[in-house]
């Protein structure tokens, strides 16, 4: 299996400023992805965290107000820029080792924005 | 479009008692569902996988059931605990991790 932390675990954030979520995985992982999931809904992929290169982002998501980086194999990071309070949710990583069917996830971060 | 539906959005039973959640979906191609549990201010965590070849799988006292034919997908968890008190989540993958098709959940509540 694989463990992923991340950080913060929760905020409360002002409107128009932005936040960086760290994401930490305690072995290298094939794939990482981050997730949204708004209160009682399913959760939506942000986008796929590509090591070294660009993020790819899914319909509805773009690099500017959702920046990733991915340094290594191990750890990556979301931004949410710009915040308004439609961006409050919680934020998920998530992460795929090899070719195996099992995918993992963060305990998840808590974000508010007032 | 992919959907996937699960049913009853919210459950509660008595600790001690059976329960069955179900899926259906709408998700082709289709490579594999799984079933997640997620507890309140946690990510979700796997309970089950299985490929289309599979129609039934176990882990501990939760069952999964998969119809592939008719794209119906059951968690039957048996003699319920407290600590099953959680979000189910089924989730329908139609080939690669970025594919997924998440269920809305079924929150399940155990009362003593």
């Known amino acids: 299996s694989a463990v992923i932390s991340q950080k913060p675990s929760r905020d409360i954030c002002q409107r128009g400023t932005s936040l960086t979520i760290q994401c930490q995985v305690d072995s290298q992982v094939t794939m990482m992805f981050w997730y949204r999931q708004q209160p009682g809904q399913s959760l939506t992929l942000i986008a796929t965290a590509n090591q070294g290169s660009e993020a790819t982002y899914e319909s509805g998501f773009v690099i500017d107000k959702f920046p990733i980086s991915r340094p290594n194999l191990t750890f990556s990071t979301l931004t949410v820029s710009n915040m308004s309070p439609e961006d409050s949710s919680i934020y998920l990583c998530s992460a795929v080792r090899g070719n195996t069917y099992e995918q993992y996830f963060g305990p998840g971060t808590r974000l508010t924005v007032t | 479009k992919n959907q996937v539906e699960q049913s009853p959005q919210s459950l509660i039973i008595l600790e001690g008692k059976n329960c069955t959640l179900q899926?259906?979906?709408?998700?082709?191609?289709?490579?594999?569902l799984r079933w997640y549990k997620q507890d309140t201010g946690r990510g979700p965590v796997s309970l089950t996988i299985m490929t289309f070849s599979e129609n039934t799988k176990s882990n501990g006292r939760y069952t999964a059931t998969l119809d592939a034919d008719t794209k119906q997908s059951s968690l039957h968890i048996t003699a319920s605990q407290l600590s099953d008190s959680a979000s189910y989540i089924c989730v329908v993958s139609g080939g690669g991790a970025d594919g997924l098709t998440f269920g809305k959940g079924t929150h399940l509540i155990i009362q003593p």
């Open positions: 899926c259906n979906y709408t998700v082709s191609p289709f490579s594999n």
